[in-house]
């Protein structure tokens, strides 16, 4: 027999009616309208955005099983809105939105060992006045591996942060350092991976936080004498996730205070997962026993995402948003918005924004206007290549001079400059610039860069060198 939308839908009301009170099912099941079935994606219709939030909240598992029976494990559900009349014309329409199969991670219990010296253990984000502490897991259920598309640029760090969720603590991946320039999804990936941990192991302890409120939390205990009830607490947790780790760079004392969390839990077989917008050798002021745990496990970086990267990124928020918008009009934005995904992003909201709120149709003029208005807010991409090629010339000379291993002293503060300019003006690494100036290490590329803060100071005509370079790359 052929399934038709009717069959299926009826087929998973039996099932949900079994489920839940007569009085929640009339309410929000009732008035719910089968529209269409195309593969095994089901189109509901419901009578309000309200109504779809409900249900999102509040059943979405329960749909989701009753759903799974019927069509498979790769079943979906879409909502279809009825939206009240904004343009003249006498139907109402429809906004349909794809359900996201997801609920907020709830609250985590831990028992605290009676041992402990002080009976009360403090944890930092809520008073505790009983030894079963509620630990808000602080991670954001929509960010998920569903909705972080996978592409050249992030394929090593997505399948590592898979393979971590699948079996925390149990891969040599610990920890997992993320690193990447801003908006490449750095935060996003860490998200998605304490989600899935806390979907497939529902008890263990996951807790994300910045680095920057680590510090302050750090701060807080020690000026209250509960250093060691904030180091107690740490050591209770399955999987930590501390964004930005970079953050902690000249702050010795919560480094150190780390160092002892990070060793509790590495030798518990816990999971720590760690952000970074710089690769472990390119950290400063961050202590070399604690640098040199970053990189026992696996340091995976995000890239700038390429065209089609870009294009399936588009497709999907425009998908998630329920809004079908013209092939020409996304492949422009993608051909114009390279930089990262949260610029990415923020163009296509800005067009869907600009079409819904004045109510203007999406056409590639306004593509441009938006994309141009976007773009200009956004800094100009300047490659190593093009900083070589502007101070070779500034200091006549060709860049295969500039590369090369002679000790002329022009040449040397030549190659200096070029290196300073490329840390200061791009996202790559200390080691990323070395090897495309002449081959050098990143060791070289720190020196020169010290030897340029330091000359900046004190010779006045080496000062206008830096100035006017700096007026040429800023054009």
Request: hydrophobic letters at 40%.
């Amino acid at each position: 027999m052929t399934k038709t939308a009717q069959s299926v839908w009826n087929n998973c009301l039996s099932f949900i009616k079994d489920n839940i009170q007569d009085q929640a099912y009339k309410t929000w099941f009732e008035p719910i309208q089968s529209v269409e079935l195309n593969d095994n994606a089901l189109s509901i219709q419901v009578p309000s955005k309200f109504f779809y939030e409900w249900l999102e909240e509040h059943y979405v598992k329960l749909l989701k099983v009753a759903l799974t029976k019927e069509l498979g494990p790769g079943a979906k559900l879409l909502y279809k809105i009825k939206m009240e009349n904004t343009y003249g014309n006498k139907l109402p329409f429809t906004e349909q939105i794809p359900s996201y199969n997801r609920t907020a991670v709830k609250p985590q219990e831990v028992d605290v060992p009676i041992v402990n010296k002080n009976p009360e253990l403090k944890n930092p984000f809520i008073i505790p006045g009983i030894r079963n502490l509620k630990i808000e897991s602080q991670l954001n259920a929509n960010y998920s591996f569903d909705n972080f598309l996978e592409g050249d640029s992030n394929r090593l760090a997505r399948s590592a942060g898979m393979a971590v969720a699948n079996k925390p603590g149990g891969t040599s991946f610990n920890p997992l350092l993320i690193f990447g320039g801003v908006g490449l999804g750095k935060t996003h990936l860490a998200h998605a991976i304490g989600v899935e941990i806390k979907d497939k192991y529902p008890e263990k302890t996951v807790l994300y936080i910045s680095a920057e409120i680590f510090t302050q939390q750090y701060i807080d205990s020690v000026k209250k004498n509960t250093r060691n009830d904030f180091i107690h607490f740490y050591q209770l947790i399955d999987v930590l996730i501390i964004d930005d780790v970079q953050f902690l760079s000249g702050k010795s004392g919560t480094q150190d205070v780390f160092f002892h969390i990070f060793n509790h839990l590495h030798q518990n077989g816990k999971q720590v997962i760690l952000t970074s917008d710089k690769a472990p050798v390119d950290m400063q002021d961050i202590e070399q026993r604690l640098l040199s745990r970053f990189k026992w496990g696996l340091s995976a970086e995000l890239h700038q995402p390429d065209y089609e990267t870009r294009i399936s990124i588009l497709k999907n928020i425009l998908f998630r948003d329920g809004v079908e918008m013209p092939d020409e009009i996304v492949e422009y934005v993608a051909k114009n918005i390279k930089s990262n995904v949260r610029e990415l992003e923020g163009a296509i909201i800005s067009l869907i924004a600009q079409s819904s709120f004045n109510k203007r149709e999406v056409t590639i003029e306004l593509a441009k206007q938006v994309v141009e208005k976007f773009v200009k807010n956004v800094k100009r991409e300047i490659s190593i290549d093009y900083i070589q090629k502007i101070v070779s010339d500034y200091f006549q000379l060709d860049v295969e001079t500039l590369q090369s291993k002679t000790r002329k002293r022009h040449v040397v503060q030549a190659r200096q400059l070029a290196m300073f300019f490329a840390k200061k003006f791009t996202k790559a690494s200390l080691a990323n610039i070395g090897s495309q100036i002449g081959d050098r290490d990143h060791a070289t590329v720190l020196h020169a860069c010290k030897t340029v803060d330091n000359l900046v100071t004190t010779d006045k005509q080496f000062r206008k060198f830096v100035d006017d370079i700096n007026k040429k790359l800023s054009l």
